[in-house]
């Protein structure tokens, strides 16, 4: 073999390995989301591509197909040189495939027979002439395409999707039949370039009749989709256009690529059958998913119970503030009541993991939480087939229990701030104490002047302040700055309290954020790089 004919058959080998890649990718992606059937025939596409590239790689088979009566044995015959296909005036005259094999190729005779025993064609017979062009060249002779014997239908279609090189052969009298054109040669179109087609009986042909008639046939190829192909005229009963016939043959088999060629146009064909089984001329490209995302998170933490929590995380500090600036005389009070956050298992030293008491997410909730899920799914995955696109959502959706169960012991671990003390609280605390220290102060010691003047003892001077006995402002003092102070602290709690709730409910949602895109977004990024991976390997293809 020489250089540049080793180079060619390098090069196609390649691109036949990059193109089962691709087709291998797209089927695996779509695996369980595209029709059973288009993806069956992927895998057989697949499965054929790897038995036929390990069987006689520089051998080359050539079928015959075409109608009943259209010359089929009597051109294997001419092409033979010797009467090796049974030629009769009865139909069908092809029962059974026959091979003819010329000079060995590359590969030897063994491998030659070990492919053939791979197409199941055990009738076999070497040809009466050959030479060089046609060494690994393997002629078969097909039954009928429209034979009456439906087996014999079967068995000519499964082996014209095994051959290397499609040769077919229509006659004058039924070379525009539909069924041919729309069942056999329309869908081969993607093979055009291992396809060649004859038109036998030439000699019944008149002049202008023979152009009239190659004219049409070309237009009717040209709207199959195999405007390219070469038409041959021929005669097996004049030899007319026999030898060009065996030229055309004899140098696919010289290539040493039809074999590839014909399993890269498989794949390209499988390829189509699925851009066709997901839409993908009809796809729309999603959304951004921020915006969805967020409405997901927003479901997601009313039914974590996030507003419960932030309500908690408020009514928790106002309680602890007045503990700590309230007047001192009813702080007691407070303590009667229960901690908000203790209540529901949040805020407690040890709390990561704990499962908290947190009401349970209502029908209602739940049901947003899905539908904004849904909306999510539908946003991103507007390119996707309506199937792959309900497979998608049924996944992601089916996460939602997952992800409420596992965000509540994600809640009990979040800080909610129970340990930190603002300054101020320490600020107004301790002038309580001063200013209730200092009303005790004037109440003993207006008590002890009353003591004094009960038992007529002689009272000492009583200090007074523009008028006002220290005794009495002292007491009056205390407790009127203290229920000021007592005011402002209330005031001030209430706006630390929808302070803290603010990053109470800031620091939950984060926590959500991660778990939505862990248990949504991740997902469905995933499904979204399989469906490109999908796109992309069938583009490659197409």
């Known amino acids: 073999m020489s250089a540049r004919r080793r180079g060619r058959r390098a090069r196609d080998t390649g691109d036949l390995a990059t193109d089962l890649t691709h087709l291998r990718t797209a089927v695996e992606a779509a695996r369980g989301h595209l029709p059973a059937d288009v993806l069956d025939r992927a895998d057989v596409v697949l499965t054929r591509a790897g038995e036929r590239g390990s069987l006689a790689p520089g051998t080359t088979v050539a079928a015959l197909l075409g109608a009943t009566g259209s010359g089929k044995s009597s051109l294997v015959n001419a092409l033979a040189g010797a009467p090796v296909a049974r030629v009769a005036p009865t139909r069908p005259t092809t029962q059974r495939p026959h091979a003819v094999t010329f000079a060995p190729g590359p590969d030897g005779s063994a491998a030659t027979a070990e492919l053939l025993d791979w197409l199941d064609v055990p009738e076999r017979t070497p040809a009466g002439g050959h030479d060089e062009r046609t060494a690994g060249l393997v002629v078969l002779d097909l039954p009928d395409i429209d034979s009456t014997a439906a087996a014999h239908r079967e068995l000519a279609t499964q082996l014209a999707e095994r ?35 004859v ?246 010691w207006l008590g002890g002047l009353a003591v004094m003047g009960y038992l007529r003892m002689p009272a000492p001077a009583t200090p007074d302040w523009r008028g006002w006995p220290v005794p009495t402002l002292l007491l009056l003092g205390g407790v009127l700055a203290g229920l000021l102070v007592w005011v402002l602290g209330s005031w001030l709690a209430r706006i630390g309290a929808r302070r803290r709730a603010g990053a109470v409910r800031r620091r939950l949602r984060s926590v959500i954020a991660e778990r939505v895109r862990a248990d949504v977004t991740e997902p469905l990024d995933a499904h979204l790089a399989r469906f490109e991976e999908f796109s992309s390997a069938v583009r490659a293809l197409r």
Do not use: C
């Open 163 to 197: 051959v290397d090189v499609l040769v077919w052969v229509l006659d004058p009298q039924k070379y525009a039949d539909a069924v041919v054109h729309r069942e056999f040669l329309a869908p081969m179109a993607r093979h055009a370039d291992v396809t060649l087609v």
């Open 199 to 444: 038109l036998n009986h030439a000699d019944t042909l008149s002049g202008g009749a023979r152009d009239a008639v190659v004219d049409d046939l070309r237009r009717l190829l040209a709207d199959d989709g195999l405007g390219g192909v070469p038409v041959l005229l021929t005669s097996a009963r004049t030899g007319e256009g026999v030898a060009e016939l065996a030229g055309a043959v004899a140098d696919q088999a010289a290539s040493q690529v039809a074999a590839h060629a014909r399993l890269r146009a498989d794949a390209a064909t499988v390829a189509e059958e699925l851009a066709v089984a997901a839409e993908l001329d009809a796809a729309e490209p999603g959304r951004s998913p921020a915006a969805d995302e967020r409405q997901v998170v927003a479901a997601a933490s009313g039914a974590a119970g996030v507003p419960v929590v932030t309500r908690a995380a408020a009514a928790a500090y106002r309680r602890r503030a007045g503990r700590h600036v309230g007047w001192p005389p009813v702080r007691w009070v407070s303590r009667l009541r229960p901690d908000p956050l203790r209540r529901l298992h949040l805020g407690e030293r040890g709390g990561a993991g704990r499962v908290t008491s947190l009401p349970p997410a209502g029908p209602a909730q739940v049901a947003s939480l899905t539908t904004a899920v849904r909306r999510h799914v539908e946003a991103r995955a507007g390119g996707m087939p309506d199937a792959w696109r309900a497979d998608v959502g049924a996944d992601v959706e089916g996460r939602v229990p997952g992800l409420l169960e596992q965000v509540d012991p994600e809640i009990g671990a979040v800080d909610l701030g129970q340990g930190r003390r603002p300054a101020w609280w320490r600020v107004l605390g301790l002038i309580q104490w001063v200013l209730i220290g200092a009303a005790v102060a004037g109440g003993v």
